[in-house]
């Protein structure tokens, strides 16, 4: 199912979800692939970001949901970081792949920028989301 909901406001919910099912269920009414794909990049020991280093940038005061860019349109180019994707091409020059990065993290909203740096660093800072859940609301995620 897709959702008009930014990714830090899908786990917001998730956060202040009561039980463990609630949270299960928050994930599985908002765990379109995008998603999925973005808590398997995050989490699995596997997926390597082939990133020189993470860029200083300056995070956007633009309100929610009026910013240029978030996560989920974002997933669509993060395979060019992960050398094992099928649509992985070549590594980029250290310059190019900074100017890229900085301006995917000034473009989107702050919250969102801090889930793609805790997704580059395997760290997301959302209460509660481990492997282990993630697993059970999705058990084809090969976690």
Not at 18 to 37: C, E, F, M, N, S
């Amino acid at each position: 199912m897709s959702s008009n909901k930014l990714y830090h406001e899908i786990f917001r919910e998730f956060e202040s979800a009561g039980t463990r099912k609630d949270k299960v269920a928050v994930l599985q009414k908002y765990g379109d692939k995008r998603l999925q794909d973005f808590l398997l990049f995050s989490m699995h020991p596997s997926v390597k970001f082939d990133i020189t280093k993470l860029p200083d940038y300056k995070p956007s005061v633009i309100p929610e949901g009026l910013n240029y860019t978030n996560l989920a349109f974002e997933m669509d180019r993060l395979y060019i970081f992960i050398p094992e994707h099928p649509r992985y091409r070549v590594k980029l020059p250290e310059r190019k792949e900074q100017e890229i990065l900085h301006t995917m993290l000034e473009s989107m909203h702050a919250e969102e920028a801090k889930l793609l740096m805790g997704c580059f660093k395997k760290n997301l800072p959302v209460k509660g989301l481990t492997p282990k859940i993630v697993k059970e609301a999705f058990p084809n995620l090969p976690l």
